[in-house]
């Protein structure tokens, strides 16, 4: 029966005479009568001790039954003592990526041209042992409000947003698109009586630009959420989302914020966190930039939350009653000028845009020339609204991006697996 | 502070003496001086009581604000006695689909079609809130064994299957593929060290068939784990995820398996079901046929199944050690002839394929030629092997077939929100 690493330590206490690990070979330290490798696991690492030559390479994936001893100088407190040793899978030694090294010295293309290699550093690993917390406590969260698991088509006749900006597939004898976000699904969800859904899955821009906040696909937290009042019944939900995350990342991922020396906000100062107009948010920004910000980009962004964490305590702050023209035809109207729409700003950067949507058929019918739409192109989504809607509302996060954000990675390539860019489409 | 309809009786009990409910209208029943509402939510159906005409259209979304009452003969045992009521968004009369209608005379097109308004049949909205289940189910379970959720890109240079059946998109100034499976992406993190993963993720193929079983676009549940000894290990690992879903659906979609008359398999029976090698499997379906029966086809999985209900008492089979002239490249031969491979066939479909892979670099290298494969086109995938790869293998369940079988549809398009077929790309 193998026994994981880090249960050598207890195996030795318990007297076990024999136990069997398996692993990759992460270190040799070879001192002629005796050699100490390192094994390195799932569970983290162990010392094994060998009275004989080591005939396998570094990185090579080897089984080794022996005397699990205790040893105050071995990581973990706990050694094995090696009877006998198979080599699984022999590493070839031309390695084009040293997995021991250190992680702020390697290149961001390095670690993504050699993602198999990569993710052999503890450090690299971390990142997804945080992200798959993230994706369970955010959907174990809205589970518990009741809300709907949902699996949406991504490939879509149009694109929401606007023709632009979409990735074209040959389908069959036709042509669709890749789906820039689930946001019609998720409403016609609402729409048909689930009331409360949410989505985990791919969504796809085709954005040009290369910046070290952009992906081409990334993961999308989807929300929709029906008989709401406003975009603050929104604001409030991803509030307790996000509490439910950070308190899940800190449970289980405490090594691995260990390892990039990193915390996530406390829980009340996320239901804290301040929510700010856009009109008072441009003025924040002005004042901390001492220079006129019009509008919430990127710089925008930074800035207020350094006002936020320095004045409110919070790492996030919320922007609400952004301009109409800020955005898009279906957001709900708050008055002429304004509208109740969201974006969440975590530790700089915008992780979450969203918003009450419209829900009467004839009001949206009759705002689309505002927008420059014509009713009869938009039939499909006015027929979700033409048999009863209630009003609804909803919101995304990227997952890469607050990956990144709560581990404090320079890049959100850094927090995807396999990310796609302008260039990169391997491995 | 808005009550479910199925909170409406413990409100009366409690003597509540306002409540206010929304949702859809789904009855109205006018006696003159007095009317019947039944309002249908999330939660259920609920009978409102109005000394008012009702002035709002069926399916129109509504919100009242009354007394909650205990009524014997209303639906749940209570009712609510409105006193004011709120039209939130009014139905249009030209519906296309009748929501109150017998599943069973709804044509499959008519409900893809009308996706918005089938689903609020609360028969087929059951099929979603099963599939919810089964997704979370999967996901606790394997985490439960250790196992890390990963994403992967669905934008691939090529197929790890072959060439053919693959979405072309058009990616910037290349050309991508949508990939049929997560295969060589979950293998790499296995080889990575994350030893143990799992994907929920759509997979796509580009089949021109348009059968009951087919989509070509689907959400696949996708698992990989290292250090394996066989396929055996794999199938038991399965059997405790499907008893896992099994377990989840029983317990919380009581309702929706009685709107389909539906019952999931016991777990003792999941754990005791048997495991057929492919010669025997054929031999069993061939004696079950009373004519020659040369491989495992639709019309085998179905025997293959009755055989195993009547002499095994479970739904569930597996068929292993399938010829290597059926089995992709990488899959680990038992000898010449045979693989360490396995599908599992449930309910008269096969639901999972699976299989150990190959994980040693010259093994697999030599293994090529068979195959009509030359080295130089495989260097991605052998890299993966060639640092360091413990003995591995993984399977994936069809999300849509699994919900199909537990609930007894007919077509695995009713298990899809938006399924897409050859035809059909909307809504």
Redesign the interface.
């Known amino acids: 029966m ?1 026994v994981l690493a880090k249960e050598i330590l207890k195996a030795a206490k318990d007297g076990v005479k024999e136990a069997r690990v ?4 992460h270190r040799i330290r070879d001192m002629g009568g005796v050699s100490f490798v390192v094994l ?3 569970s983290g690492m162990a010392q094994l001790v060998m009275d004989t030559k080591p005939d396998f390479t570094l ?3 080897i089984s080794a039954v022996g005397e699990p001893a205790l040893n105050d100088r071995a990581q973990g407190g706990a050694e094995l003592r090696v009877k006998s040793l198979e080599v ?5 030694t031309d ?1 084009p990526f040293q997995v021991n090294g250190d992680v702020g010295r390697m290149g961001l293309e390095a670690i993504l041209d050699n ?3 990569s ?2 550093n503890p450090k690299i ?1 971390a990142i ?2 945080v ?2 917390t993230i ?2 406590a955010f ?1 174990d969260h809205l ?1 518990s409000e ?1 809300f ?10 149009g694109g929401t947003e606007g023709g632009t900006e979409l ?6 004898d ?1 042509k ?1 698109w ?1 789906a820039q976000s689930p946001q019609a ?1 998720k409403e ?2 609402v ?6 859904v949410f989505e ?3 969504a796809y821009r ?1 954005e ?1 630009h290369d910046t070290p906040r952009h992906l081409n ?1 990334y ?1 999308s937290l989807d929300v929709e959420m029906g ?1 709401i009042d406003s975009e603050k019944d929104l604001i409030e939900l991803e509030k307790r989302v996000l509490a439910r995350v950070f308190a899940e990342v800190a449970a289980k991922n405490g090594e691995e914020l260990a390892l990039w020396n990193a915390a996530v906000p406390a829980p009340e100062t996320v239901a804290a966190s301040p929510v700010i107009s856009y009109e008072e948010a441009t003025k924040i920004a002005t004042a901390e930039a001492r220079v006129k910000i019009y509008d919430i980009n990127p710089e925008a962004e930074r800035l207020l939350c350094e006002w936020s964490l320095r004045e409110r305590g919070s790492d996030l702050v919320f922007v609400n009653e952004f301009p109409r023209r800020h955005r898009p035809f279906y957001t709900y109207p708050l008055d002429n000028a304004r509208t109740m729409s969201f974006d969440a700003l975590f530790r700089g950067l915008e992780i979450t845009t969203g918003g009450r949507r419209h ?3 004839q009001t949206l019918y009759d705002t689309l020339p505002r927008f420059g739409l014509k009713p009869e192109n938009m039939e ?1 989504y006015l ?9 609804h509302g909803g919101f995304a996060i990227g ?1 890469e991006r607050l990956t990144q954000k709560i581990l404090g990675l320079g890049n959100v390539k850094e927090a995807s ?4 860019d ?1 260039k990169r ?3």
Request: glycine fraction near 6%.
């Open positions: 193998r398996a692993g990759w070979v390195r696991d799932r990185e090579s994936v699984l899978s022999r590493a070839a390695m993602r198999g290699l993710l052999r690993r997804f042992k992200q798959s994706i369970a959907a589970r009741d709907t698991e949902i699996k949406t088509s991504k490939l879509v006749g990735f074209e597939v040959d389908y069959f036709r669709v890749l699904y016609t969800m729409g048909s009586g689930l009331e409360r985990i899955a791919p085709a040009k696909e993961v008989f829900h009467d058929y499909a027929a979700m609204l033409k048999y009863g809607c209630p009003p997952c697996l396999f990310p796609r302008r489409v391997s491995p």
